[in-house]
Each structure stands twice: as C-alpha cells, then as structure tokens.
C-alpha cells in the first residue's frame, strides 16, 4: 500500500476555498486514490475517489497532476461544518490484498 | 445512515466482564471489517473479515475475539479488557476489499467503549 503523506492540521475561513494536499510518491500503476471525511465521534465517510486528471462531485474536486505523485482535494466555499479530519488512502485494486489502512489525516479547522 | 448499523453505541464494563460488540450491514457487501480509534489516534485496523472468512488480524490481543456467523454480520466479542482498551470500535464494510475504483467503505457510527 503506498505510503502517504498530508499536513497535521489547517486552518480556514468560512466561504473559502480550501485545497488539501497529500504526497503519495510510490504510488502505483493500479492504485486510485481516495479521500474520506471524519467527524468527530463518527466513522469515516467517502467523498471522492479519482485516478488521474480531475474528478468533480457534489461535495469536492479531486486534482491529480500526470505524474499522479500528489493529489489534491479542494473544498468549495467552506463552512463551519465542513470541520473534519480528511484522510488520504492510496491502494490497489480489489482482487489484491489490501488492508485499507488510514493514516493521521489532516485535521481541517474552519473559523468563522 | 451508512447502511451499517452498530450496538450498543455506548458501553462501560469492569475488567472482568464479558461484552459484545454488534454489527450489521444491509448493503449485500462481502467485506467487513473492525477498527478502533482511541482519543487523537489514527484509526487503527483490528480484523479484516471476507466472504465470512477472516483474512487479516493486525496482531490484536487475544482478549478481543471477531465473529462472522454471515457476511451481513460480525461480533467483537469482549473479555478481560483493560482500561487502555477504551476507545471508539468502529465497523465498517465495503464491497470488496481494497481502495480500487468504487470500493467504498462504509462505516458505521462505532461504539464507545469505556473499561473500568
């Protein structure tokens, strides 16, 4: 599983645009990446998945350089529940063994 | 609501005690999985369960044991815990295992232990 690496923690403001990088420098051929949203006191909730290039929903974009050594999540338009910890996984396809291990996140602060 | 449902999503027991944790899942996914989180940790990976059969125990004390009688269920059964054993138990399934394209894992709302 490859190895990821994002900030600790980030502050922000409500109405801004907030932009979450994390490095995955081994990432493989087969690997997407995926990013969760965790409450506090809640389990881990999907928001995006991609592979390369961009992918857009109604929560997130999700930036993958050609390269695909980095991604990067971009909240539109924050507010203050949109405080969080994100986490980054980097994994293979579902046929491989694979832990879906979670990392420590970037705790995400948003202040009025 | 996740389509994973845990019980009780509160629970305080003595060392001595025996406790279950519940889990259950209405989504027809074939993975299962256990994980704990204790207070500003990263959630830690407990029991991998797939197709009712367990692939994967991260070297978890024998004082916790995982059940999965069907692949719409799974236990964590609880005996001789420690205080340092409280923390939130998370359940999660997904369709497969792996981070692949539309693998999502879907988590339930856990269940606060507390051991005293």
């Known amino acids: 599983l490859a190895k990821t690496t994002q900030p600790i923690s980030m502050d922000s403001y409500e109405g801004q645009e907030v932009n979450i990088t994390c490095s995955h420098n081994n990432i493989a051929t087969n690997d997407y990446i995926t990013w969760y949203q965790q409450f506090p006191s809640q389990g881990p909730r999907f928001i995006i998945q991609g592979y390369k290039t961009k992918v857009t929903n109604e929560v997130a974009s999700l930036f993958i350089p050609a390269d695909r050594k980095s991604s990067t999540l971009s909240l539109p338009r924050v507010s203050l529940s949109d405080t969080a910890v994100y986490y980054c996984?980097?994994?293979?396809?579902?046929?491989?063994?694979?832990?879906?291990?979670f990392g420590k996140g970037t705790r995400l602060h948003i202040l009025p | 609501e996740t389509g994973v449902t845990q019980t009780p999503r509160h629970l305080v027991m003595g060392m001595t005690n025996k406790k279950s944790l519940k889990c259950e899942q209405h989504?027809?996914?074939?993975?299962m999985y256990w994980y704990k989180q204790s207070a500003k940790k990263p959630l830690e990976l407990m029991f991998v369960y797939s197709l009712e059969e367990r692939v994967e125990n991260n070297s978890v004390p024998s004082r916790f044991s995982p059940e999965c009688p069907n692949s719409s269920h799974l236990f964590l059964h609880l005996h001789t815990l420690q205080p340092e054993d409280s923390a939130l138990y998370l359940c999660?399934?997904?369709?497969?295992?792996?981070?692949?394209?539309?693998?999502?894992?879907?988590f339930g709302e856990g269940s606060w232990l507390t051991v005293v």
């Open positions: 999660a399934s997904s369709q497969g295992r792996g981070t692949a394209s539309g693998n999502t894992i879907y």
């Open positions: 996984l980097v994994g293979p396809e579902v046929n491989r063994d694979d832990k879906i291990i």
């Open positions: 989504l027809g996914h074939n993975a």
